[in-house]
C-alpha cells in the first residue's frame, strides 16, 4: 500500500497540517476505537495521518510500523496503558505474521490457564511460519516467536482480548521438567482443574509419551489422587507401553 503513495516533499518533518487534517485522523482513529480497534499497522493510513497522528500522540509505536491507540493524548503513555493493551497488541501483531496459526508456550499458556495474567517481561509464542526471533516491546516488555511443528489439531484456543494458548491438557503435557521443578505450585494447580484424566490420557497415548505419562501419574500420587495416578498407570500398560513413574517435584 505504501508503495502507492505520493513521495513527501522534503525529508525531515512532514508538512504542516491543516486543522481539518488532523481533525479528520482524529476522527477516523476515535471511530476505528469504538469498533474495538486497539492497534494498526503503518499500512493502514495515508503516511502523513499516521505522522500527524504520532506527533500528537494518538498513536504510540511499539514496534517500528506496529502502533496501539492512545485516545488520552493529552498526556504521557503510562505503563499502565500499556497493560490495558498488550493482550491486544500480541493478538494483532501474531495475527498478522502467522495468519492465526499461532499459540503462547506451554509454560506461558499454563500460567494463563491457573488465572496468572499479569503482563511477563518475556511471552514466548510458537507458530509453524515463526523464525526464532525476539522483537522489544514496550516498558522492558519482550516478545520471543518460536518455529513449532504442534498445528494444534484443535489443542489450542482464544482466551481474553485473543490471545491464543495451548489447551490445559497440552500445557501440562508438554511442559519440561526443569519447569515443573521451578514451578510446582503453578503445576500443581493446573493439575487441580483437570477434572477428567481422560483428557490427559488421550493426547499421551496418540504421541506414546510414556515418560510425561509417568511423570504426570506420580504428580497426581503426590498430590493425593492416587486412583487417577494408578488408572493412567494401567492404561498406559494396558496398551503395551513401557510405564515409568518420576516424582517431577523431586530432583533426585
Not at 500500500?1 to 482524529?26: F, L, N, V, Y
Not at 495474567?117 to 507458530?127: G, I, K, M
Amino acid at each position: 500500500m505504501t508503495g502507492m503513495e505520493q513521495k513527501p516533499r522534503s525529508h525531515g518533518t512532514p508538512p504542516r497540517a491543516k486543522p481539518m487534517a488532523i481533525e479528520a485522523d482524529i476522527a477516523t482513529i476515535k471511530a476505528l476505537h469504538q469498533q474495538g480497534v486497539r492497534c494498526m499497522h503503518t499500512a493502514q493510513l495515508n503516511k502523513y495521518a499516521r505522522q500527524r497522528l504520532v506527533q500528537h500522540n494518538y498513536l504510540i509505536e511499539v514496534i517500528k510500523g506496529w502502533y496501539v491507540i492512545h485516545l488520552d493524548h493529552y498526556r504521557e503513555f503510562t505503563e499502565e496503558d500499556w497493560h490495558h493493551v498488550y493482550e491486544h497488541f500480541v493478538s494483532f501483531y501474531c495475527n498478522q505474521f502467522f495468519a492465526g496459526e499461532w499459540h503462547l508456550s506451554q509454560e506461558c499458556s499454563l500460567l494463563r490457564h491457573i488465572g496468572e495474567l499479569d503482563v511477563p517481561e518475556h511471552l514466548t509464542v510458537h507458530a509453524p511460519l515463526a523464525t526464532n526471533t525476539s522483537r522489544e516491546l514496550l516498558f522492558g516488555c519482550q516478545l520471543h516467536t518460536m518455529r513449532t511443528t504442534f498445528s494444534g489439531n484443535g489443542h489450542y484456543l482464544p482466551t481474553r482480548n485473543g490471545i491464543q494458548v495451548m489447551s490445559l491438557a497440552q500445557s501440562i503435557i508438554r511442559v519440561p521438567p526443569a519447569w515443573v521443578l521451578e514451578h510446582q505450585a503453578a503445576y500443581k494447580k493446573a493439575l487441580s482443574l483437570i477434572t477428567n484424566v481422560d483428557d490427559l490420557l488421550e493426547p499421551l497415548l496418540d504421541a506414546n509419551r510414556t515418560t510425561v505419562a509417568g511423570r504426570i501419574a506420580s504428580a497426581l500420587r503426590q498430590t493425593g489422587r492416587k486412583q487417577e495416578a494408578k488408572m493412567i498407570r494401567n492404561t498406559v500398560r494396558q496398551s503395551n507401553l513401557r510405564f515409568r513413574g518420576t516424582n517431577p517435584f523431586s530432583s533426585k
